[in-house]
């Protein structure tokens, strides 16, 4: 991936033909997902795909057309209304999904289980939507209807994304039953997470906070045996009121437990606080 990054800021047409890349294997991955999990399951999750999902099973629509059919005009609605921000890529996103899921229409379903269709459907949405937006991109749809609902009626945009997926969800319950109205949100919410993973990678690191009165002993224990950088941070007591310089370090969880056992014998009276760090860049760590 470093090298990839590096390579990527050196020749910036690298970056963009990554791009695309990243966009048309996201693409594919989720209207391959969508016809082998979500539609032969009726999981309706939101979206347009949600809404293709739905006119499939009450008139039969082909989903493809569905999606062509709502993707584009929200595309041109969202540059003529929101800018010319979206660019190239999100159209690619938005007419190559649709053209995926009518190539790959045939193909057998991988479970009849609608339980295991949200969960794996939604892993798939998931790891498909991720790899677009690394792209900068996305794949159009109900996001820009959201965009366009959020600027002219100042709801804000996580509220609009609800309310339309929401939406969404709740006609899946009626038209098929409450039962598929709740794999989607399984499914909606495997989504969201799978989402997440591929933003931020799997990595996962530590950031403590250490407030010690052997600041040194710990800050060099941190830079010498550890080999991690640390920051001072200023702070006071707020019963004392006296200056107590707080000690910030970051390490992978593979250390974790050599930072702990370090600090605990230098000086056990130490006061460590501990959170999750889920991504980070720079020295030592990522470079993106």
């Not at 099973?57 to 003529?80: H, K, S």
């Not at 038209?175 to 109205?181: A, H, L, P, Q, S």
Request: net charge neutral.
């Amino acid at each position: 991936m470093n090298i990839l990054s590096n390579l990527t800021k050196s020749y910036p047409r690298t970056r963009i033909a990554v791009d695309y890349v990243l966009v048309l294997i996201g693409s594919a991955i989720i209207a391959f997902a969508f016809n082998v999990f979500l539609l032969p399951n009726q999981v309706a999750s939101g979206g347009v795909s949600g809404i293709s999902t739905i006119l499939k099973t009450v008139v039969g629509w082909e989903p493809a057309y569905v999606q062509w059919a709502f993707n584009i005009p929200l595309f041109i609605a969202g540059v003529i209304l929101l800018g010319k921000q979206f660019g190239i890529k999100t159209l690619v996103g938005t007419i190559f999904l649709p053209m995926v899921v009518f190539l790959t229409n045939n193909l057998e379903p991988w479970t009849h289980d609608a339980l295991l269709g949200a969960l794996f459907g939604g892993i798939g949405v998931g790891l498909g939507l991720g790899i677009v937006f690394r792209g900068n991109a996305s794949t159009g749809g109900t996001d820009l209807a959201a965009q366009i609902i959020n600027k002219y009626t100042g709801f804000t945009l996580g509220r609009c994304v609800v309310m339309i997926d929401g939406l969404i969800v709740l006609t899946a319950a009626i038209v098929f039953d409450i039962e598929k109205g709740l794999y989607a949100l399984i499914a909606l919410y495997v989504t969201s997470k799978t989402i997440d993973l591929i933003q931020v990678g799997f990595g996962r690191s530590k950031m403590a906070m250490i407030i010690t009165n052997k600041q040194e002993e710990v800050r060099e224990g941190i830079l010498n045996k550890i080999d991690r950088g640390v920051t001072k941070l200023s702070a006071y007591g707020g019963f004392t009121d006296h200056e107590r310089p707080v000690l910030m370090c970051v390490v992978d969880q593979t250390e974790f437990t050599k930072l702990k056992h370090l600090v605990k014998t230098l000086d056990p009276s130490a006061f460590v606080v501990v959170m999750d760090a889920a991504e980070v860049l720079g020295e030592g760590f990522k470079h993106e």
